[in-house]
Every structure is written in structure tokens, then in C-alpha cells.
């Protein structure tokens, strides 16, 4: 009697072991990505009713002024979150990496906390913090250095990029010095030793081993605060609850795309910008891997 062959076996476990992942993939993933083009084609006329329209979509982004605030935000936003949290998480992370380091534990656990709290929750601090009245926080500490009191959410577009940038730099810097800690920690110590001897000064040092022993995660936390800057949400949300604000201030292009698609219902309009953002995303990503040389061997 013949035994009937297993369907699971050497050559299709593979398969089945993939399957959850491929199926999950296409479903929440690939099949979005294709609507999402699909309806940019398109026009919301009533629920699930579309009517096509052509590109009016996308020429309607040549001449809707919001989109051009909204990107200049996301992008002043992007710059200063990349200058400062790359900034601050490297030379925090070269100062609790060195042993003589007071509590150096102690600050590496609560530089940490805040990566743990909710965006609601830091969100609606940082509206108080920079809130408008006379006895908030900043405005109180304004006052006793003899600066008047200022509307920080709603004075200009760049006290505005300037609370989202404080923001988001106290919820993941202590995110960004962990990553930059594990590069320092590969380092050999005998290139310091070595640098030390030829007669390199600390700041020869820095420069000349400590960043170029920290390249790869460099590269990696200015890609990912590229991407999170792009695409950020959570804090213009909660920072901005009102749909309007004086000249657009903290109006970033996801945002702007989603009081698009469910604030308005224009859910056509708001997948034309969304398509343009990920090509833009796709064309920024090939950029960084040929200025990086990302995936070739150093010489």
C-alpha cells in the first residue's frame, strides 16, 4: 500500500511559511496602493459612488495654495528635525558613552521614557507649553528675561515648524542617542588609542573616528527622520485640533490629506496628493542610496 504524499514537504514549506506574510502584504498593503491610484482618477459623488475624471486632480494641485503651504511645512519641518535631533543624539550619545559619566545608566533609561508616551498625551503638554496665555510656561519664562509674550500655534509658519520640531525632538531623541550608543560601542577603542598617539586632539578624534565609525547608523536615523518628517501626522494633529489656522501654520501635507479625505469627503483629490507623495518618496529614496552609496561595498 502506497502512503499518499504530505502537501506540506521540503519544497513547499517554504511556501506555506510565507503565505500568511504574502497574503497580509497584498491585502493591507498592495490593494490600497492600487485603489489609492484608482481613485485619484476619480471623483466622490456619494458613498461608494465615483465618477471619473481624468487628471483634474492633479492639475488642481498645480493651483491649490494650501498643498504649497502644506509642503513647505513638511519640509521646513523635515530640515529641522533632521539638523537637530542628528545633533543633539550624537553628542549625547559620545557623552553617556564615556565612562567618567556620572548616572550614565540613569540618563540613558530617562532619555528613553518619552519614545514611550503617548502622542495624545505629549501633544496636549506641548499645546499648554506653548499656549498663548500670559502665565503658560514658555511665555512665563519669556517674561522674566523681559521678552512679551507670544502666540506660539498661531503667531507665524515658523513658530509654528519651531513647536512641531520641539515636539517630536523630545518624544525621539532619546530613540536616536540608543542607535548612535550601539554604532559607538562597535568602535574599536584602539583607534582612539592610535589617534591619541599621532597627537589627535578630541575634536580630530570626533571627527575623524567617531563619525566615520558611526556612518551606517547616521545614514539610517537621517533616512528614517526623512520619512517620519515627510510624512508626520500625529503631532500637527493634536497640536492643531481646528481645521483652519491664520496662513495654513502647522499644516503638514498628511494632514492635509487626511482633513482632505474625511474632513471634506473629496476622497479623489485627497489620493491624487497621496500618490504624488509616494513618488516623491520614491524618488527622494533612490536619491539617498546613490548619495550614500547604500548597498555598495566601502572601497
Not at 14 to 21: G, H, K, Q, R, S
Not at 82 to 99: M, R, S, Y
Request: with cysteine; charged share 10%; net charge positive.
Amino acid at each position: 500500500m502506497k502512503k499518499k504524499k504530505s502537501i506540506i514537504n521540503q519544497k513547499t514549506a517554504p511556501y506555506f511559511f510565507c503565505a500568511p506574510f504574502i497574503l497580509s502584504f497584498c491585502i493591507f498593503l498592495v490593494y490600497p496602493m492600487i485603489n489609492m491610484v484608482q481613485t485619484s482618477f476619480q471623483k466622490m459623488q456619494g458613498i461608494g459612488s465615483y465618477k471619473f475624471v481624468g487628471l483634474a486632480n492633479y492639475q488642481r494641485l498645480l493651483t491649490d495654495q494650501h498643498i504649497g503651504n502644506a509642503i513647505w511645512t513638511s519640509l521646513l519641518f523635515t530640515i529641522g528635525i533632521i539638523v537637530v535631533n542628528v545633533t543633539l543624539a550624537v553628542l549625547l550619545a559620545v557623552i553617556l558613552n564615556n565612562a567618567l559619566t556620572p548616572f550614565r545608566n540613569l540618563f540613558r533609561s530617562a532619555l528613553y521614557i518619552p519614545a514611550l508616551t503617548s502622542i495624545i498625551v505629549a501633544g496636549i503638554y506641548f499645546r499648554l507649553f506653548f499656549g498663548s496665555n500670559t502665565d503658560t510656561p514658555l511665555n512665563t519664562m519669556l517674561q522674566i528675561f523681559g521678552s512679551k509674550p507670544k502666540e506660539w500655534l498661531y503667531d507665524t509658519k515658523m513658530t509654528g515648524v519651531v513647536t512641531l520640531v520641539v515636539t517630536s525632538t523630545w518624544r525621539w531623541l532619546g530613540t536616536n542617542v540608543l542607535y548612535f550608543l550601539s554604532a559607538l560601542q562597535t568602535i574599536p577603542t584602539d583607534l582612539y588609542d592610535a589617534a591619541y598617539v599621532d597627537g589627535a586632539g578630541a575634536v580630530q578624534r570626533f571627527f575623524h573616528v567617531t563619525i566615520p565609525g558611526i556612518k551606517p547608523i547616521l545614514i539610517f536615523v537621517i533616512t528614517i527622520l526623512t520619512y517620519g518628517g515627510l510624512r508626520m501626522f500625529g503631532e500637527s494633529f493634536v497640536l492643531w485640533p481646528s481645521s483652519k489656522t491664520p496662513g495654513d501654520i502647522g499644516l503638514t501635507i498628511v494632514l492635509y490629506i487626511y482633513r482632505t479625505a474625511f474632513g471634506q469627503f473629496d476622497m479623489g483629490y485627497a489620493s491624487a496628493m497621496s500618490v504624488v507623495l509616494f513618488a516623491f518618496l520614491m524618488v527622494l529614496n533612490a536619491i539617498y542610496i546613490r548619495f550614500f552609496r547604500i548597498g555598495r561595498r566601502e572601497d
